[in-house]
């Protein structure tokens, strides 16, 4: 069984940082691509950051210069550094990983967290 945890989430003013943390636990090969996502009140969850298997990084347009990315493949998680935080970053953050389970596996499978609060203070 493969679980995903976000944590770091919390309540932050304008301006401030935070840094999420997303660790994949349980028993598979090796994890691909982990993405950060977030979903604001009635609105549809939108890519934040993505890291892929090959250590490229994409962020969305709102986020770029903001937002860090990284990994620690020795650990399997998956980080977000947030600095410079608005208001309109508030938002449940979620992460996935692509989960890659045995070694000659011809597929990956994509494993959601719980998610966790984003709250920014004007």
């Known amino acids: 069984q493969v679980r995903v945890v976000e944590s770091g989430g919390g309540l932050v003013q304008a301006g401030g940082s935070l840094r999420l943390s997303c660790a994949a636990s349980?028993?598979?090969?090796?994890?691909?691509?982990m993405g950060w996502y977030r979903q604001a009140p009635g609105e549809q969850r939108e890519l934040v950051a993505v890291?892929?298997?090959?250590?490229?990084?994409n962020y969305a347009d709102s986020v770029q210069g903001r937002f860090t990315v990284s990994r620690d493949n020795a650990k399997n998680t998956a980080y977000l550094l947030m600095n410079s935080l608005k208001p309109e970053d508030t938002a449940v953050y979620y992460c996935?990983?692509?989960?890659?389970?045995?070694?000659?596996?011809?597929?990956?499978?994509?494993?959601w967290g719980q998610g966790t609060q984003v709250t920014v203070s004007s």
């Open positions: 996935n990983a692509d989960i890659i389970p045995k070694k000659d596996s011809r597929f990956k499978y994509r494993y």
């Open positions: 349980g028993s598979f090969f090796s994890i691909n691509a």
């Open positions: 890291s892929t298997g090959g250590g490229i990084t």
